[in-house]
């Protein structure tokens, strides 16, 4: 396999004006009939015409109706050749596909009692032959037929136009979308399949209709997912002037999926996981990830559809851009602190690793041999804090008029980051050229940052100094340009600002919080009138994607954890409260936890004024990839072990605390999902499992209870997680038999049992999680279910994966082995933990000689990409 290239992009040699499609749906055998009105690219002017497929049986082809001969075209290696398309024309192919047989899942698929499709990034080209890149862009008119009893229901993009009986038994459909689009953003659904119906009145009194399709099953799980995107669009029309363009919006759940889901023009199609809920079978973090899913797929109709990517370098453009608005729409319907808490710790656990590992990349990256392996962290998450950066450079007011110019612009385009960062610079008269090396350079910038304070002069300073440490794209960065928000917290709080620079004329109203740019290796910042010494509080709500490095005492970090008027560097102070007794652990060889931090917890836990769920955040210990990234010479299984002992100890200091938050939670309350009530039950749950870990004994009973009478999933998983972590061997089978008899036919629950039991870490998890793989409720088809067993034991039980036998990498080894061919995507994804091998030191080539093993074998090019990379 070979690499492509940004700097090699050519504007494609023709245009497909119209796109007629006819899907003739047979068990094991769909013919597939495309009709393609074709118009030569002047601004190339080159007669040759190369489609792509992969896997098609070519039956016929025909242009301008006249069928040609093997020697008018050439087929080979997935292109199709056509020598002299000059003019306009139609080129008109038949070929012959087998969705029964696809366990990649990409391209059109069989999933239980249906038929649909997933085509981003270049899934389309294995259901006919196409120009499948994102900057071809067509009006897409579709007709399926297929068996009336086998599949009734037949869907895709648009309105339907036509529908109706035909003979044998079978029935037909005719969808068209007028908005010309990508073949990535195409989709059809053929199958069994009942449906919920709602409607929306847009900001322009037009009436949507919303239909979402599930398993007749699964009817009583939708409303969850149609409330999520009735507020979607509401916010979408409020916050960034966006209306739906469609009269109808459909949402299917298919079972298999790889990803999340996907915002195929009109059709989503979702994975169960990301739209089904309930309060009996969803955790609260469930339904949270159902309203953020739907509502993201939902954004993406401006930000990814009509407005496109040019090429699938610019891909963080649409999902980048997307992600930021999912957050802020998240923030806005839930708690805004612990929203930026939970992706600020995805964020620096994993997608810091990423950029500092073999497959890091910069937001845009400049190659790629397989894209699939760009749908990542970086391009997603860092992603997003790139367009949260221009937000807060530019501020709310010319960031609105940038995206409302971005849209205006480039409605109907296919474009790329530049064009994005060109409308910001448009509306605000800023030079952004600077900040742009955001999208080129990977890694993650470090920001040094000391201060000096003159008693004499009043005057406090912040020296800063960033750096970035090479990646395999580029040994030296250029410095980035970055958002530094700051306050200075003084004895009665945070202090008024202004730089020594600063005229009084230019100070705002609320002068206690400022954003510094950086710009230069090394800044000075000096604010004047400073009466007293003041604790920095320094990145304000994570202004930017870096490692910040300050030398705070104990004092000031437990001065920032009590009083910092940002309630997100509160939660951040208690981190490196952590990180600081895990290093003091590391050194003294024995965990002795600090007073001062105990009491500062305990004192904390007893405000009322504080929002339970932020509280239940401060409660964790950082998790064991972000201290491994923090203390990258200790070895991570002593890691493991000394956050392991850390929170125990936290638990008996707090316990009398802990137990209270126990006990006064109601557990008979009827279930809502609103964020009061979500914190509420986090704080109760959180504390439950703290002192499950110190096995307490108020957790022994009161773990059973909440598994035996929760009202909700929520409640009972949590008591199911305290019982695996302090009752007997015994207990803990019994239970986890239960809650298996009790959930069985419900494939979501099904997927928590198990992720449960890989993540225990006892010596034989590795051993149950094996004998799991051939229980009857799993199945190597469904990603889900891989990503439950595997992926959960790979990403989550640090204690048992890194054995020091190695057999929990040589069996993640072989599961990658195993679904290498039969679904490359996910097989690529299962692979990366072993790609951190460097970061291990001895433990390391353990790892390295599973990727060797993996590298042996004939690989798809998604593996073949990860293992090459993660090995040079
Ligand atoms: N755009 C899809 C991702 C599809 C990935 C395919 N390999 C989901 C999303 O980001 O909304
Ligand atoms: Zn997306």
New binding site residues.
Partial sequence: PSAIYLADYREPTHWIDETHLDVVIFPDQTRVTARLKITPNAARAVSELVLDGEGLQTQAIYWNDARLTQDDFDECDGKLRLKQINESGWLTTEVIICPESNTAL?GLYRSRTMYCT?C??EGFRKITWYLDRPDVMSVFTTRLEADQSLCPVLLSNGNLVASGSLPNGRHFATWHDPHKKPSYLFALVAGQLSCVKDQFVTASNRSVAIEVYVEPKDLDKCSHAIDSLKRAMRWDEQNYGREYDLDIYMIVAVDDF??????NKGLNIFNTSCVLASAATTTDIGFQRVEAVVA??YF?NWS?NRVTCRDWFQLSLK?GF?VYRDAEFSADMNSSTVKRIEDVNLLRTAQFAEDAGPLAHPVRPASFIEI?NF?TLTV?EKGAELVRMLATLLGPEYFRKGTDLYFERHDGEAVTCDDFVASMEAVSSRDLSQFKRWYSQAGTPELIVSSQYSEAYKTFRLTIEQRCPPTPEAAEKAPFHIPIRVSLLGAAGALPLKLANQAVGDLPEDNTEMILELTKSEQTFEFAGVHERPVPSLLRGFSAPVNLRYAYSETELITLLMQDTDLFNRWSASQELGVLAVSNAIKAGTCELSGDWVNALQANLQRDDLDPAVMAYMLQIPSVNYLHDRFPETDILTLHQTRQDLVRRLALSLADALREKVLAYDMRQPYEVSAAAVAVRSLSNTALLLLAEAKDPLALRESITRFKHANNMTDQLAGLRAIARCQSDNVVKEHLAAFYSQWKDEALVVNQWLSLQATRDEADTLVAVQSLTSHPCFSWNNPNKVRALAGAFANQNPGQFHRDDGAGYEWLANVVLKLNQANP?LAARLVTPLTQWRKHGQRGQLMFSQLQRIQGATLSKDVFEVVNKALT
Wanted: hydrophobic content about 20%.
């Fill in positions: 990409e997933q981003e990034a790889n990803m999340g889901a996907m915002e993201h797929e993406h990814g999902e997307t699939s749908y997603y995507q």
